[in-house]
């Protein structure tokens, strides 16, 4: 196989908790997509979406269908997918067919790997693949590089997936938004669960978070990471309503007010100090303010309620 040396030297991802937006955001900026933080969040869906594992350890907020939101990123201008194989995720095989794929990508395509997290490739080479570093040099999870060596024997993460970000063209901003509001609904109502699954979606993630904090048995720094996590999103999307929204008034305050208060509760939730049972409720608060901005969503996916914003 040949590994021909391919450099995106300016590529970085902002260091945001959510590593798979802040990897869709770096991609963007190497294109040339100006968009500001809020937006990424709102435009995407991403504000919407909460993913609990059922002992809450700090897969959640990765281990999800992701689909949706890409299609709405599409719209925004930037096509992922993801490299697949018929192969084994934990074999050898998988391994060395991902990189095969890998290195047939083109220099115009960039590539990301979704291992401990989400990293953009931004140097390879005959012996190595170089990663942006959300986080800084300092944080383990977060890889620099990985020999070619390393990814065929499978010593950092034996699971890790890999995706392409690739340019597209932008729709119009009225149709990105409504694209994404009416995502947004459909992800509140998504109660569907396979029986065999650790993990809760939607409405089903905020009573398996609550009650899980409530027993007193469940994993202390995945609880402390989801929320780090969703409330970023919730905070990020408040702003938007708040600063970016053109639609009705009224409906961009509910929002941004109702968004801020569900950060702030989930937020709080991560303090070492707050004790489970005022965990719990605090999670309560949060999923009752959740019901509301599902209505608030419901009433501006109507055309008439979305300005033409282009």
Same mark, same amino acid.
């Given at each position: 196989?040949?590994?021909?040396?391919?450099?995106?030297?300016?590529?970085?991802?902002?260091?945001?908790?959510?590593?798979?937006?802040?990897?869709?955001?770096?991609?963007?900026?190497?294109?040339?997509?100006?968009?500001?933080? @809020?937006? !990424?969040?709102?435009?995407?869906?991403?504000?919407?979406?909460?993913?609990?594992?059922?002992?809450?350890? @700090?897969?959640?907020?990765?281990?999800?269908?992701?689909?949706?939101?890409?299609?709405?990123?599409?719209?925004?201008?930037?096509?992922?997918?993801?490299?697949?194989?018929? !192969?084994?995720?934990?074999?050898?095989?998988?391994?060395?067919?991902?990189?095969?794929?890998?290195? =047939?990508?083109?220099?115009?395509?960039?590539?990301?790997?979704?291992?401990?997290?989400?990293?953009?490739?931004?140097?390879?080479?005959?012996?190595?693949?170089?990663? *942006?570093?959300?986080?800084?040099?300092?944080?383990?999870?977060?890889?620099?590089?990985?020999?070619?060596?390393?990814?065929?024997?499978?010593?950092? !993460?034996?699971? *890790?997936?890999?995706?392409?970000?690739?340019?597209?063209?932008?729709? @119009?901003?009225?149709?990105?938004?409504?694209?994404?509001?009416?995502?947004?609904?459909?992800?509140?109502?998504?109660?569907?669960?396979?029986?065999?699954? #650790?993990?809760?979606?939607?409405?089903?993630?905020?009573?398996?978070?609550?009650?899980?904090?409530?027993?007193? $048995?469940?994993?202390?720094?995945?609880?402390?990471?989801?929320s780090m996590v969703w409330s970023e999103a919730?905070?990020?999307?408040?702003?938007?309503?708040? *600063?970016?929204?053109?639609?009705? =008034?009224?409906?961009?305050?509910?929002?941004?007010?109702?968004?801020?208060?569900?950060?702030?509760?989930?937020?709080? $939730? =991560?303090?070492?100090?707050?004790?489970?049972?005022?965990?719990?409720?605090?999670?309560?608060?949060?999923?009752?303010?959740? =019901?509301?901005?599902?209505?608030?969503? #419901?009433?501006?996916?109507? @055309?008439?309620?979305?300005?033409?914003?282009?």
């Amino acid at each position: 196989m040949n590994v021909a040396t391919k450099s995106h030297a300016k590529l970085m991802q902002p260091n945001w908790n959510s590593t798979y937006m802040s990897a869709i955001a770096g991609a963007a900026e190497y294109y040339g997509l100006k968009y500001s933080a @809020p937006t !990424f969040f709102v435009e995407s869906g991403y504000f919407a979406v909460l993913n609990i594992q059922r002992d809450l350890k @700090p897969c959640g907020p990765y281990c999800w269908n992701h689909s949706p939101i890409a299609k709405n990123i599409e719209a925004m201008g930037l096509r992922v997918k993801w490299l697949h194989s018929n !192969f084994d995720c934990k074999s050898s095989d998988y391994r060395e067919h991902m990189l095969e794929q890998i290195c =047939a990508v083109d220099s115009d395509t960039l590539v990301g790997m979704a291992g401990l997290e989400f990293q953009l490739l931004c140097q390879r080479d005959a012996r190595k693949f170089t990663f *942006t570093l959300p986080w800084g040099p300092d944080v383990p999870t977060c890889i620099r590089e990985l020999s070619i060596d390393d990814i065929r024997a499978g010593n950092h !993460f034996p699971g *890790t997936a890999w995706f392409t970000v690739q340019q597209t063209s932008v729709s @119009p901003r009225t149709k990105r938004l409504h694209g994404s509001l009416a995502c947004a609904v459909e992800l509140y109502q998504q109660n569907e669960q396979f029986e065999d699954s #650790e993990y809760s979606f939607g409405p089903n993630a905020w009573e398996q978070w609550a009650t899980k904090l409530e027993s007193g $048995s469940y994993d202390n720094r995945g609880h402390w990471w989801s929320s780090m996590v969703w409330s970023e999103a919730r905070r990020q999307a408040a702003v938007y309503f708040r *600063t970016e929204w053109e639609g009705p =008034a009224s409906v961009g305050a509910d929002l941004s007010t109702n968004l801020s208060k569900i950060s702030s509760l989930i937020a709080k $939730s =991560a303090n070492q100090e707050v004790a489970d049972t005022d965990r719990a409720q605090l999670i309560r608060q949060a999923q009752g303010i959740d =019901a509301l901005i599902h209505q608030n969503l #419901e009433s501006c996916t109507s @055309p008439f309620n979305v300005k033409e914003l282009n």
